[in-house]
């Protein structure tokens, strides 16, 4: 009999640790879903498209034939195989292919533009690692018919000016059909895809070529799509949660290297009149308005390794007018707080379990053994 008793208390004994263990594996695994995917689903759900001044919500039948949908992201950075960590990469790439697919799911916008800097290694890659880092892109921003993506040209792509060559330029092309002074029309409003790293203004084969384009163009131009911002002294200008840190504002830009040359500038302004400029590259926001009229966006990172808020631009656009709106995703910085509030909860229900616990955790204990008992 005591035998029997005491092999009842041991097997009830056995149960009610393994049924401790699934609650601990249970909350383990839903911490991790929620921080590494329902939380992008939360995050973006509160972003909503803009409304057009003086017109009706782009939500509406009557309004959605002629807004045109887009979302503007820039500089993704996909690392490489030269300076790549493989778990940074896994990690980054992940948090971006969350987002991307979130976000086409929810907002379903009619076209994506990408302004450059796609790859971190891009100027330096050989044709296997290229192909490995088009590969793994393809599988991060793959979309459906019903949505178009546009791909911009940037100094990480295919080197700063003195890097730059035709191979790489071609190599580019080649993959996401890119063409400086490209013009593309989408329900009735023409943009112009600059490659603003040929934009040098030295006569250089790939530059003569890119600006015969652009002037040819010149008398189409709506937008203006492009990785260099135009010519700003610095950031200091710049507001909002998402511009430099105070630190890096009145830092002055370089020439050709942070910005495009004043002549650049001024032969783009000049050319088109645009209504609206968008350029990413200084993985910082930033709105300027040039010759008092014309705003340009400088669009933030899309990336974590760059940003702990990176964010994209929502933009409802007309033939007349346009709105943006900006969307951010989940800050890093709070899903490690989330990581980390949980793995000191799940370090106390341990202690707890085991009576193991200070005079300040007592109360958790009780509880626990209260539920024990019943």
């Known amino acids: 009999m005591l035998s029997s008793g005491s092999t009842t208390v041991k097997g009830l004994s056995l149960k009610k640790r393994l049924c401790f263990l699934l609650k601990l594996v249970c909350f383990v695994i839903s911490v991790l879903i929620f921080c590494e995917f329902l939380i992008y689903y939360v995050v973006i759900f509160q972003c909503q498209?803009?409304?057009?001044?003086?017109?009706?919500?782009?939500?509406?039948?009557?309004?959605?034939?002629?807004?045109?949908?887009?979302?503007?992201?820039?500089?993704?950075h996909l690392l490489g195989e030269i300076k790549g960590h493989w778990l940074d990469k896994l990690r980054r790439e992940w948090q971006m292919e969350r987002s991307f697919q979130t976000a086409l799911w929810l907002l379903q916008p009619d076209i994506v533009f990408i302004l450059g800097d796609v790859f971190d290694e891009g100027k330096w890659s050989l044709p296997q690692a290229w192909a490995d880092?088009?590969?793994?892109?393809?599988?991060?921003?793959?979309?459906?018919?019903?949505?178009?993506?546009?791909?911009?040209?940037?100094?990480?792509?295919?080197?700063?000016?003195?890097?730059?060559?035709?191979?790489?330029?071609n190599r580019f092309e080649k993959v996401f059909n890119f063409t400086s002074g490209k013009l593309i029309t989408r329900k009735g409003i023409n943009f112009v895809i600059v490659n603003s790293v040929a934009m040098e203004g030295d006569g250089c084969a790939v530059c003569r070529t890119s600006e015969a384009k652009l002037v040819v163009l010149s008398h189409k131009l709506n937008c203006s799509q492009q990785h260099y911002p135009l010519y700003r002294k610095s950031d200091a200008e710049c507001s909002g949660e998402d511009s430099a840190p105070p630190e890096e504002k009145n830092i002055p830009f370089k020439?050709?290297?942070?910005?495009?040359?004043?002549?650049?500038?001024?032969?783009?302004?000049?050319?088109?009149?645009?209504?609206?400029?968008?350029?990413?590259?200084?993985?910082?926001?930033?709105?300027?308005?040039?010759?008092?009229?014309?705003?340009?966006?400088?669009?933030?990172?899309?990336?974590?390794?760059?940003?702990?808020?990176?964010?994209?631009?929502?933009?409802?656009?007309?033939?007349?007018?346009?709105?943006?709106q900006k969307c951010f995703l989940p800050y890093e910085s709070r899903v490690f707080t989330i990581y980390c509030a949980a793995g000191a909860l799940l370090v106390i229900l341990i202690l707890a379990h085991f009576q193991l616990l200070t005079p300040p955790f007592y109360f958790a204990q009780r509880l626990i053994s209260k539920h024990k008992a019943v």
């Open 255 to 324: 020439e050709k290297y942070d910005v495009l040359s004043q002549e650049a500038s001024q032969k783009l302004l000049w050319w088109f009149h645009p209504r609206l400029i968008l350029s990413g590259h200084t993985h910082s926001a930033c709105e300027v308005l040039h010759a008092g009229k014309i705003p340009e966006i400088s669009v933030p990172s899309f990336s974590w390794r760059n940003r702990n808020n990176p964010s994209f631009i929502m933009g409802s656009i007309t033939p007349t007018d346009f709105a943006l």
């Open 133 to 169: 880092d088009v590969r793994r892109f393809r599988k991060m921003f793959k979309y459906p018919v019903s949505t178009e993506l546009v791909v911009i040209v940037g100094n990480h792509d295919i080197g700063f000016h003195y890097e730059m060559t035709t191979y790489k330029v």
């Open 49 to 76: 498209w803009p409304e057009v001044k003086g017109g009706a919500p782009t939500g509406k039948k009557e309004t959605s034939t002629s807004v045109l949908k887009a979302m503007i992201l820039a500089d993704t």
